[in-house]
C-alpha cells in the first residue's frame, strides 16, 4: 500500500497552501483534487478579487491557476481528476480509484458547495455564483435570484449591469453587506415566503427567463468519516485538528471564519505547521 507522511484531499487555497507548506518545512505529501484542475471555488469566479491583498486585477481563476503554477514550482505531489471514494474512520488510508494509500496525517480542505435546496439545476436555473450565471444571456431577459447574502446581491448586480431585469427573492430580511444592498439600489427586493412554478419559472405569478438560487454553501466531507460537526461544517480546535486525532481539516469545509481565499490559505499554513511540529517531535 503507497505511503506518505499527509495526504491533502481537495486542492482549493486552503489544500494548496497547506501542501506547499509541508513540501517547504520537508513534509511529505500527496495532495488529491476531484477535478481536472486545482484552485476549488475560484475557478468558477470570473470576477476581479477586489478583497485579496496584492493580486488587484486578477480574477478568480487567474488566482486559480496562480496557486496551481505555485505548487508546481515547488514541486508538489498532486493527483488530479482522482476524487475520494471513502476514508476509513480513523483517517489512515484513503481509497480512490483503483488504489488504496495509507498516511500518518489527513487533511481534509474538501471545501464547500453551492446549496441547492430544493431546486434542480438546468440550462435555466443556475445554482450558485460565478462562471455559470455569467455564460447566461441575460440582456432583455427577467432573472429572479433567490437568496438574501452577499452573493444574491452581488449576483444581481452582475445581471443587471449586462442589462437584464432583476428581483431579488429573500426568504427573511437581506443580511447582505450594507455596501453591496446600497449598489443596487434601482434592483427590486421581495421578502417572505414565494410562490413558485418550476415549469413556467415563475415567482408569484411572475414569469422569468433565468432562476439564479444563491443560498449559500455546504461543506463537502468525504465518505467513511464520522466528524464532528458545527453548523452544518467540520469542526476543528485552534489547531485544525478535528474530532478524530491525526485527522485535520482547514478552508471553508471548517466554516473558518470569514470564509474566502485569504483565510482559507492562511489556515492550510496554520494546519501544515502543526503537522510538521508532530512528525519532528
Known sequence: MPHTDVIIIGGGPAGIA?????????VTCLLLEASSQLGGLQTRSP???LWIPGVQGKTGQQVAASL????????VEVRLNRPVLSVSEDGLSVRTQGEVLSTRYLVIATGSRPRAGFFTASDRVVVGPGAAMEALEVKGKRVAIFGGGDNAFDQARFVRDRGGEVTIFSRNRPRAQKLLQEMIPDVSVVTGQCDLDTDSL???GQAFDYWGVMYGFEAVVPEGLTLDLENGYVRVDRFGETSAPGIYA???VTD???PCVTTS???????AKQISKRLTK
Open 18 to 26: 497547506c501542501a506547499i507548506w509541508l513540501k517547504k518545512l520537508g
Open 47 to 49: 470576477y476581479e478579487n
Open 68 to 75: 496551481a503554477a505555485h505548487a508546481a514550482a515547488e514541486g
Open 202 to 204: 415563475a415567482v408569484n
Open 250 to 252: 482547514c478552508g471553508e
Open 256 to 258: 473558518y471564519w470569514h
Open 265 to 271: 490559505a492562511a489556515h492550510g499554513i496554520q494546519v
